[in-house]
């Protein structure tokens, strides 16, 4: 190989270091950082952060069906255009989408925002095509106070990190949502204590942190990733019943004549929430208002 054509391959190999640096620590047009995350509730809990210091990509839409989901190369492209990826983990897409950014931006910083918490193992069944290391913890770590304080100092910690000219704004922000927090779970562990040790039904078991916060068993009803027979189901549904549940918890595209089914033969109210929705603080205040209005 002549000089000429290694001065070539040398400055390529540059250029290409130089454009994926430049990439890692970009800021779009407003002189913001770009921050992405997996899903919805993640994004309200970094905004009540961040405030309006950088922009927030989600990957997951609240109505998308996270269990297929694939998102499509525009999200790709712009979450590529990340400083940061805030992995909610445990989620069974997140690893390959995290690789996929990676391929065009290996600078990329990623981090785990559920590192810290008390997992819950055995709730689900992951016999599907999402095959991982993380089989039978649920991941549904965002339902619960508790939880979303430590996503939150994490999500603090990393900010910090890769933006130490805001801190100050930052960390009042932070201590804000802290004290936010505690005074909410203070108030739900005060108005939920009569129902210490009742039951709800929920499809899909969404609410196990939740239900461990605050004392109150979770029965799940719905078949994890396959069509529940008519005798399985019928099956569960008594079993449910005989626990006198006081809520039935249903997403909305798990809703429809099976629900209806459930309401008929267990008595429970039927409410239905959306645990993906941006609003996190809503849906906790929505399922927390539900509860204490049954026994009310």
């Known amino acids: 190989m002549n000089k000429i054509n290694i001065a070539i391959i040398s400055t390529v190999v540059l250029l290409s270091a130089g454009c994926t640096q430049k990439r890692a620590n970009a800021v779009n047009e407003n002189g913001k950082k770009t921050v992405s995350v997996s899903i919805e509730p993640q994004k309200w809990i970094l905004e009540q952060i961040s405030g309006d210091k950088l922009n927030v990509i989600s990957l997951l839409p609240g109505d998308a069906n996270p269990e297929n989901f694939d998102p499509p190369m525009s999200t790709l492209k712009n979450a590529s255009e990340s400083s940061l990826y805030m992995q909610m983990g445990h989620l069974p897409w997140e690893n390959s989408i995290i690789e996929r950014i990676a391929e065009s931006n290996p600078e990329i910083k990623v981090i785990d925002t559920s590192t810290g918490i008390d997992l819950i193992y055995g709730t689900h069944d992951h016999a599907h095509n999402h095959a991982h290391e993380n089989d039978g913890i649920d991941p549904h770590t965002w339902t619960s106070i508790k939880n979303a304080k430590i996503i939150a100092s994490n999500m ?141």
Do not use: C
């Open 156 to 296: 603090y910690q990393a900010l910090v990190d890769i933006d130490s000219v805001n801190i100050d704004y930052y960390s009042k922000r932070y201590e804000l949502l802290t004290l936010k927090l505690d005074s909410l779970d203070n108030e739900f562990t005060r108005r939920l204590l009569p129902i210490k040790g009742k039951s709800v039904i929920v499809w899909h078991p969404s609410l196990s942190y939740f239900a461990r916060d605050y004392g109150i068993n979770q029965i799940a009803i719905g078949m994890e990733n396959k069509e529940a027979t008519p005798k399985g189901l019928q099956k569960k549904m008594e079993m449910a019943a005989a626990y006198n549940p006081l809520v039935f918890f249903v997403q909305p595209e798990m809703d429809g004549a099976k629900s209806e089914a459930v309401v008929k033969q267990s008595g429970a109210k039927k409410i239905v929430i959306q645990p993906l929705a941006y609003d996190w603080l809503g849906e906790i205040e929505k399922i927390t208002d539900s509860l204490t209005d049954s026994i009310n």
